[in-house]
């Protein structure tokens, strides 16, 4: 009896969609989700800028100029009376209205200030490894280029926010990952052995979900010394902001192992032989992993909401350094905002940031999802 | 169903006691103590103090012992005599400080919470039951962006586009005329306008998780097998959708109602600092900035308590909503 | 309708599902009648269709499905058509639960949890029977009984989670035949179940059956319930259906080559020990832009080419009572082609 098959082509392309791993899977689900796709191309493009940051933005963090305080964006043009000459800006000079006495910034036709490309400027350190005093664009000795205005003590916002995007794009990372890891263990053990150790976990996991976050948060913040280095500053923060979410993944994989115990391919491995250590870690992780990717990349958003926030509040980063939530603060008052609305645009970073990392959630979730 | 009832309330107990431990532990953590903050204070302004003086100082507040033993005070005095300890910075008990916020903390914060929940249950039933049509999209475009944007600029945004539209940006809850005539009928209509802002502002993010979470249940439940067995019975789509797959929906959104009072709690902190609201938010971060100890104690305390008896009671709906748990409880 | 005594006609029924990847041709060109009082059984493997052709009975298939074709229904208000009746009106609701009931594979998943089972039988008793809440709860009881459950009145009160499967399906039963109705639809329902359970299960039905003068859809891919249940049989494979006729026939006497292979294939009592279990070559494919021709030409011992994978084969008959749908049958391939005993 010889069987003739189907075209053989035919069939092994169906194989071989049929048959395709868990992650080919998800992948292929998640490229259809659009509004996940795009908030990874955009995501992946802010953080290319804040790696890439000290290059890119024309003046450092300290550089002020009290000539040009709360001045608005200094306009690009590419034409001067009639003739191209390739972007350029005008001098600025501040003058007062002469009814409301306001400060005003005029441009100053006479002077022209080319925008350069690759210019001298103040040193830094990429990647904090690699020193360079090279910057993408600049203009000459008194002028300034402000693409988005300058805050109140004459620092140019532009480059403060591509600085600032270093440690708002990295501290909910680094706070994600140390989540991550707290919880795996803490839940995993608390599921895995069960009875008293579980009972306690539980209750201290309950009783940190309990209290509101954002008053813990506080709390916590208030106790950073005042006076010790910017990096550690930084640490501190991240520990503070992954502090309450590794209960949230704590509680799932608790969960997730408590229902997998019970599963017979546990038991069997269990009579097999296998270590516990092995049983864990090859056969219950794998299978809430993508839950837990999930819920990882949806917990960003809180985290970066949470350094907001704190920043914000004077809790946070401390100066030197900056982040998006300290330049908010000069958004407060709205007399601010109503004289110098740009100072609003920290803002929409933030809700694009979150926006991006709750789309590729979402289209994560999707993805992970066997039964769409 | 008592038993049940009877082994939360047992749980409870120590779970406030674990609590209070970590809460005061967290308050001392910060390097100093108020009389530092003090010192450094009038110290600006000119006042010196000696170390003798500022010994004294710490005797007098009962500062130097070591952190557990400040913390069986504290807590000796709670339990035998409801003294929750003094605020060094309004020189007053904690108690009369945090009761003329608390009432209105509490008002404010069941009046968002039910705005929540009677906006997003219809608000994710429509979505649900409409996938993909063009109402759908709107709330979930409504519902991302409201999660996203934090709320503190949320308010700041809204209260300047209230001034440029009305003149009046809503600042606080009370206009002056409350204030000075006290709250009565003429001038609810000033604190209702005062409202909305607040409600808009720290009721968004909360709104739009439950939007999310009923309208992925109710798509979830619609495909089980009994409602197909339903349908087959010949019962109307009506009674399947009410009966069946919303108090089966309903499920998470009642476990997390302790989850939602405590971000609640969190989102009007910062909130009512913007915006200039007389609740508990404002009382803490100046009780944490001067480290005035047992008011900051005693204010996340309370909060915490509050959450902890709304999972108590969510947790009682929640066994009286799906026979289940009460069977797993019992058997377990 | 083709007889006075026929309860319910499917003809040609179509059910295409529109997916990412194609339409997908479930059901394609379905016929057959079931008369009153008699139980037909529907075979086939896992995906040829059958349960989307009970469920269109019901009309309860997804929004994604579209059906087309005629299924006729002798109903208490005359013959209907049952695909012309809006999906979500009163006429169809009239009839489900009350004249054409249907029985599930999996009970657990068939009731609601936050219910009493109660409950959920005593809501078809009063959809259809009566609104008086004592005597609906009565009528539930009794047919509960019926059914052989225990402690009727203890466990009208109690949960799903409180029943066994065996219990259950019981209770899916008392649930579907409480209004008495024409046609009871079983989709595999002893299939989730222990051996000894199953027993019971088919004897419970025989009995109800004949008690209610009941007709029975049966649905499986089990041949010995077939033989133990039904009266005629249905053989469907990939959407169609290529072999009717009464059960003793078809057993005794199968002409499609897939029927053949299908008996081959099962155990029977007396065969010799050493002797290997026949299975068909290669397996089920999927009903996604099929080749033209019949759909089981890649897998038939017995095909003629150029003809088999060109034209559809249409039904013919064999014996009395008995249709085949295949060219080859009666043709020489067909002779040699078996190759089993």
Known sequence: MILQNVTDRNKRKEEEYYLASQWTLMRRKFKKHKLAMISLWVLGFLYFVALFGNFIAPYNLVAYNSKIINAPPTKIHLFHEGKYEGPFVYGIRMERDPVTKRKMYIENKDEIYKIKWFTRGSEYKLFGLIKSDIHLFGVDEGGVVLLMGADSMGRDLFSRMVLGSQVSLTVPFAGTIISFVLGIIIGGIAGYLGGAVDTAISRVIEVLSALPTIPLWMALSASIPPDIPVVRVYLYITIIVSFISWTGLARIVRGKFISLRKEDYIMAAQIAGVSNWKIILKHMVPGFMSYLIVSLTLGIPGMIIGETSMSFLGLGIRSPATSWGVLLQEAQEITSIAMHPWKLIPLFAVIITVLAFNFIGDGLRDAADPYK | MRDYILKRILMFIPTVLLMSVIVFFIIQLPPGDYITSYVSRMSAEGEVFTAQDIANLREQYGLDRPWYIQYFKWMKNIITEGDFGYSFAYSRPVWTVIMSRLPLTVIITLIIMIFTYVVSLPIGLYSALHQYSVGDFIFTGIGFLGLATPNFLLAIILMFASFKLTGDPLIGLFSEEILREGLNISNIGSFLKHLIIPIFVIGTGNTCGVIRTIRAQMLDEITRQYVLTARAKGVSERTIIYKYCLRAALNPVVSGLAGSLSSLFSGSTISAIVMNMAILGPVLYEALKTQDMYLAGTILLTQGFLVVVGTLLSDIVLAWLDPRIRYAERSS | ?341
């Open chain 3, 1 to 341: 309708m083709d007889g006075k005594d026929t309860i319910v006609q499917v003809n040609n029924l179509h059910i295409n599902i529109k997916m990412d990847e194609g339409i997908l041709t479930a059901v394609r060109g379905v016929s057959f009648h079931i008369d009153r009082g008699e139980t037909l059984g529907l075979v086939g493997e896992s995906g040829c269709g059958k349960s989307l052709t009970c469920k269109a009975i019901l009309a309860i298939n997804e929004q994604k499905c579209s059906t087309s074709g005629e299924i006729l229904f002798n109903s208490d208000n005359g013959v209907v058509d049952i695909l012309k009746l809006p999906p979500k009106g009163s006429e169809i609701r009239n009839i489900r639960g009350k004249q054409i009931s249907m029985i599930f594979q999996e009970p657990m998943v068939c009731f609601s949890p936050l219910y009493t089972i109660g409950n959920q039988i005593n809501e078809c008793t009063r959809l259809h029977i009566t609104k008086d809440k004592k005597k609906s709860r009565e009528i539930s009881i009794e047919m509960m009984k019926k059914v052989g459950i225990a402690n009727a009145e203890k466990r009208y009160d109690q949960y799903p989670h409180e029943f066994s499967g065996g219990m259950l399906q019981r209770a899916l039963i008392a649930m579907a035949l409480v209004c008495n109705p024409k046609l009871l639809i079983a989709d595999e329902p002893t299939t989730a179940l222990d051996v000894t359970i199953q027993a019971q299960i088919l004897e419970l039905i025989k009995e109800l059956q004949k008690e209610l003068k009941m007709s029975v859809l049966f649905v499986t891919h089990d041949l010995g319930t077939v033989a133990r249940m039904c009266d005629r049989v249905a053989v469907m494979y990939l959407g169609k259906i290529v072999e009717t006729g009464p059960v003793e026939e078809i057993y005794l006497n199968p002409k499609h080559p897939y029927t053949i292979g299908l008996i081959g294939s099962v155990h029977k009592i007396g065969s010799k020990r050493k002797e290997r279990l026949y299975s068909i070559d290669g397996t089920v494919p999927l009903a996604l832009n099929l080749p033209a021709g019949c759909g089981f030409y890649d897998r038939c011992n017995c095909r003629i080419e150029g003809v088999c994978n060109v034209k559809e084969p249409k039904a013919v008959a064999v014996g009395p009572d008995h249709f085949v749908s295949c060219h080859a049958v009666g043709q020489k391939t067909c002779e040699e082609g078996h190759g089993i005993e």
